[in-house]
Antibody, heavy 123, light 108 residues
């Protein structure tokens, strides 16, 4: 069974750094890209970026380029989303999602989702 | 940057057909994917590659594409279909993904 298990909720202060994780299991971790999706409170889904775990190649949305970093450690089947300096506007639910029903760079089919990580940034 | 446009809301009575559109200039070149999200839950893929239905998704869900618009159709809407629906596609070069703003489907 394919599973994506995300790290737990975080409460941080503005200016702090943070890394959240997404551990894949039940499949070959390097065979499918993982995307990160933001959902601010009461708002819609936003595609942030993605990574090919086989070689750590990344794509970012122009809206998020330079604000977050996506990485992966294939030895432990885990993808990461990190911030170097959080802002209150980063308060949101963050989902990781794996490709499903297709694979490779042209595939944006997110067939499997993590449970989400709630990040709260407040002074 | 690239944008996909969806109507904010669609309302239908049970048993009727709901159609949710998504418009974007790159849609003739890039596939669209549709996601259903219910309150407090992670999204679920309901249509991939414009018109393909994942296993386990009811047959009443279908997708189509025409020019710069893709459409999610739910035939014989049921109360359980009340949710937010999002389209996702890529920019013209396929470099990054974009979600539409989402459509709230209300079953009257």
């Amino acid at each position: 069974e394919v599973q994506l298990v995300q790290s737990g909720a975080e409460v941080k202060k503005p200016g702090e750094s943070l890394r959240i994780s997404c551990k894949g299991s039940g499949y070959s971790f390097t065979s499918y890209w993982i995307s990160w999706v933001r959902q601010m409170p009461g708002k819609g889904l936003e595609w942030m970026g993605r990574i090919d775990p086989s070689d750590s190649y990344t794509n970012y949305s122009p809206s998020f380029q330079g604000h977050v970093t996506i990485s992966a450690d294939k030895s432990i089947s885990t993808a990461y989303l990190q911030w170097s300096s959080l802002k209150a506007s980063d308060t949101a639910m963050y989902y990781c999602a794996r490709q499903g029903y297709c694979s490779g760079g042209s595939c944006y089919s997110l067939g499997y989702w993590g449970q989400g990580t709630l990040v709260t940034v407040s002074s | 940057s690239y944008e996909l446009t969806q109507p904010p809301s669609v309302s239908v009575s049970p048993g009727q057909t709901a159609r949710i559109t998504c418009s974007g200039d790159a849609l003739p070149k890039q596939y669209a994917y549709w996601y259903q999200q219910k309150p407090g839950q992670a999204p679920v893929l309901v249509i991939y590659k414009d018109s393909e239905r994942p296993s386990g998704i009811p047959e009443r869900f279908s997708g189509s594409s025409s020019g710069t618009t893709v459409t999610l159709t739910i035939s014989g809407v049921q109360a359980e279909d009340e949710a937010d629906y999002y389209c996702l596609s890529a920019d013209s070069s396929g470099t990054y993904g974009v979600f539409g703003g989402g459509t709230k489907l209300t079953v009257l």
